[in-house]
């Protein structure tokens, strides 16, 4: 099962295996909003998360993670090796317990469902944050959902250009459907279905009519509408 919280502008996606085991992608802008979410989702009794991943250190999507590491009981924090000189960065850091740093071609697997790092590269440097954005393929029963943070156009090309099989039943569109959105990166994922995370009246203007364009072909979903 997967749940896309709807965290306002920010990104929270709950994955519940089988089994009952959870892995939350990104904690959204507000550990308030994310406790809140959180209780309307999991059983009121839950107080452990399996594994909590961190696509890049950006407060639209790590602010809730630090409530998370507080109120939880967090097995693993995820990220890359991107960091960010904030507060809200730092307190995450020194609040997580184990910590983990992957690239691409590492994977995990939690109570069957695989998990697979897509990008960015190892030792990959770069000014912009958002081209740090861990891609999670998410896999389980054949199906696929590709997860990809914030990546934008540059990220996105330079994914394409490491020939990785992109194709996936859900696409979660990056960058809450920003401009910065690459046509055949669409195309190569060629999604059912692509989920736009948002928030309802965002000063961005997302998602940008040209983003909903490419998306023709598959079915759109939004947290703020949906």
Do not use: C
Request: charged letters at 20%.
């Amino acid at each position: 099962r997967v749940d896309i919280l709807d965290v306002g502008q920010g990104d929270a996606i709950l994955v519940t295996t089988p089994g009952g085991e959870r892995v939350l992608v990104d904690g959204g802008p507000s550990g308030i909003v994310l406790a809140r979410e959180l209780g309307a989702t999991l059983p009121h009794w839950a107080r452990s998360i399996d594994r909590a991943v961190l696509t890049h250190p950006q407060q639209d999507h790590l602010a809730g993670l630090v409530e998370l590491e507080r109120r939880f009981d967090v097995g693993v924090l995820v990220s890359t090796s991107a960091t960010n000189p904030t507060e809200t960065y730092g307190l995450l850091k020194s609040e997580a317990g184990r910590q983990e740093q992957l690239a691409a071609g590492d994977s995990f697997r939690v109570d069957g469902v695989l998990f697979t790092v897509m990008w960015p590269p190892p030792n990959y440097v770069t000014d912009e944050l958002n081209n740090t954005s861990l891609v999670l393929a998410v896999e389980y029963g054949g199906r696929r959902i590709l997860l990809t943070g914030d990546l934008p156009t540059a990220g996105q090309r330079g994914l394409l250009e490491t020939g990785a099989d992109l194709a996936a039943d859900v696409l979660k569109v990056p960058h809450h459907g920003a401009a910065t959105n690459d046509p055949s990166f669409f195309a190569a994922v060629d999604a059912d279905v692509a989920i736009i995370t948002v928030g309802e009246g965002n000063r961005y203007g997302h998602p940008r009519g040209e983003t909903l364009a490419s998306l023709e072909g598959s079915t759109v979903l939004r947290t703020d509408t949906d």
